[in-house]
Protein backbone atom coordinates (compact mmCIF):
# COMPACT_ATOMS: atom_id res chain seq x y z
CA UNK A 1 0.00 0.00 0.00
CA UNK A 2 2.84 2.51 0.60
CA UNK A 3 4.46 1.78 -2.66
CA UNK A 4 0.86 2.60 -4.33
CA UNK A 5 0.41 6.18 -2.38
CA UNK A 6 4.09 6.64 -3.03
CA UNK A 7 4.01 5.90 -6.56
CA UNK A 8 0.78 8.06 -6.55
CA UNK A 9 2.07 11.22 -4.98
CA UNK A 10 5.15 11.11 -7.19
CA UNK A 11 2.72 10.65 -10.37
CA UNK A 12 0.34 13.75 -9.30
CA UNK A 13 3.57 15.63 -9.09
CA UNK A 14 4.81 14.85 -12.37
CA UNK A 15 2.07 15.41 -14.34
CA UNK A 16 0.68 18.74 -12.84
CA UNK A 17 4.66 19.81 -13.72
CA UNK A 18 4.82 18.19 -16.70
CA UNK A 19 1.59 19.56 -18.37
CA UNK A 20 0.93 23.38 -16.78
CA UNK A 21 1.46 26.13 -17.89
CA UNK A 22 4.67 27.32 -15.77
CA UNK A 23 6.95 24.70 -17.52
CA UNK A 24 6.25 26.13 -21.08
CA UNK A 25 6.57 29.74 -19.59
CA UNK A 26 10.46 29.12 -18.33
CA UNK A 27 11.29 28.09 -21.90
CA UNK A 28 9.87 30.83 -23.14
CA UNK A 29 11.92 33.31 -20.15
CA UNK A 30 15.08 31.47 -21.56
CA UNK A 31 14.40 31.99 -25.33
CA UNK A 32 14.21 36.27 -24.10
CA UNK A 33 17.32 35.89 -21.76
CA UNK A 34 19.90 38.93 -21.75
CA UNK A 35 23.55 38.89 -22.14
CA UNK A 36 25.11 38.71 -18.67
CA UNK A 37 26.37 42.12 -17.39
CA UNK A 38 30.68 42.12 -16.58
CA UNK A 39 30.04 43.04 -13.24
CA UNK A 40 27.48 39.72 -12.01
CA UNK A 41 28.48 37.51 -9.42
CA UNK A 42 27.33 34.10 -9.09
CA UNK A 43 26.11 33.14 -5.52
CA UNK A 44 27.77 30.04 -3.75
CA UNK A 45 26.44 26.62 -4.72
CA UNK A 46 25.33 26.30 -0.87
CA UNK A 47 23.55 29.00 -1.08
CA UNK A 48 21.55 28.53 -4.14
CA UNK A 49 20.79 24.76 -3.29
CA UNK A 50 19.12 26.25 0.50
CA UNK A 51 17.38 28.83 -1.67
CA UNK A 52 15.68 26.01 -3.64
CA UNK A 53 15.04 23.73 -0.95
CA UNK A 54 13.60 26.53 1.38
CA UNK A 55 10.62 25.86 2.00
CA UNK A 56 8.92 23.68 -0.15
CA UNK A 57 11.62 20.68 -0.02
CA UNK A 58 12.76 21.21 3.61
CA UNK A 59 8.89 22.09 4.84
CA UNK A 60 8.10 18.66 3.08
CA UNK A 61 10.01 16.75 4.94
CA UNK A 62 9.38 17.70 8.32
CA UNK A 63 6.18 17.07 7.74
CA UNK A 64 7.04 13.50 5.93
CA UNK A 65 8.70 13.14 9.58
CA UNK A 66 6.03 14.37 11.39
CA UNK A 67 3.25 12.13 9.37
CA UNK A 68 5.46 8.66 10.27
CA UNK A 69 4.42 9.41 13.54
CA UNK A 70 0.73 9.91 13.57
CA UNK A 71 0.09 8.30 9.79
CA UNK A 72 2.40 6.18 8.27
CA UNK A 73 0.26 6.41 5.12
CA UNK A 74 0.22 9.70 4.19
CA UNK A 75 4.13 9.69 4.71
CA UNK A 76 4.32 7.43 2.02
CA UNK A 77 1.86 9.60 -0.02
CA UNK A 78 3.96 13.00 0.97
CA UNK A 79 7.59 11.04 0.44
CA UNK A 80 5.88 10.10 -3.49
CA UNK A 81 5.15 14.02 -3.81
CA UNK A 82 8.54 14.91 -2.37
CA UNK A 83 9.79 12.23 -5.08
CA UNK A 84 7.82 13.42 -8.27
CA UNK A 85 9.68 17.19 -7.01
CA UNK A 86 13.49 15.52 -7.25
CA UNK A 87 12.09 13.89 -10.92
CA UNK A 88 10.76 16.91 -12.32
CA UNK A 89 13.69 19.05 -11.12
CA UNK A 90 16.19 16.18 -12.32
CA UNK A 91 14.04 16.18 -15.47
CA UNK A 92 14.63 19.98 -16.16
CA UNK A 93 18.17 20.20 -14.81
CA UNK A 94 19.32 17.46 -17.95
CA UNK A 95 16.97 19.47 -20.07
CA UNK A 96 18.56 22.78 -19.31
CA UNK A 97 22.21 21.29 -19.95
CA UNK A 98 21.25 19.88 -23.52
CA UNK A 99 19.40 23.47 -24.38
CA UNK A 100 22.52 25.25 -22.61
CA UNK A 101 25.35 22.85 -24.96
CA UNK A 102 23.30 23.56 -27.55
CA UNK A 103 23.33 27.57 -27.29
CA UNK A 104 27.38 27.67 -25.99
CA UNK A 105 26.16 29.10 -22.87
CA UNK A 106 25.24 29.28 -19.62
CA UNK A 107 22.05 30.17 -17.76
CA UNK A 108 22.39 32.61 -14.77
CA UNK A 109 18.85 33.75 -12.98
CA UNK A 110 18.71 36.23 -10.37
CA UNK A 111 17.13 35.08 -6.90
CA UNK A 112 13.79 35.51 -6.24
CA UNK A 113 10.14 34.92 -8.18
CA UNK A 114 10.16 36.55 -11.37
CA UNK A 115 13.98 37.11 -11.43
CA UNK A 116 15.79 37.91 -14.35
CA UNK A 117 17.02 35.65 -16.90
CA UNK A 118 20.74 36.10 -18.32
CA UNK A 119 23.04 34.03 -20.80
CA UNK A 120 26.85 33.76 -19.95
CA UNK A 121 29.34 32.53 -23.07
CA UNK A 122 31.11 29.83 -22.39
Known amino acids: AAA ?7 LIVLVAVMSGR ?3 LVWLRLEQ ?3 VAGEARAEPLRVAVARAAYPSTI ?11 LKPSLAALLAGILGGIGGSAVGFALQLAAWERHRGATVLAEP ?3 GRI ?3 PR
Open 4 to 10: ALFAAGA
Open 59 to 69: GLTVLIAMSLV
Open 22 to 24: RSR
Open 118 to 120: FEA
Open 33 to 35: AEP
Open 112 to 114: GKG
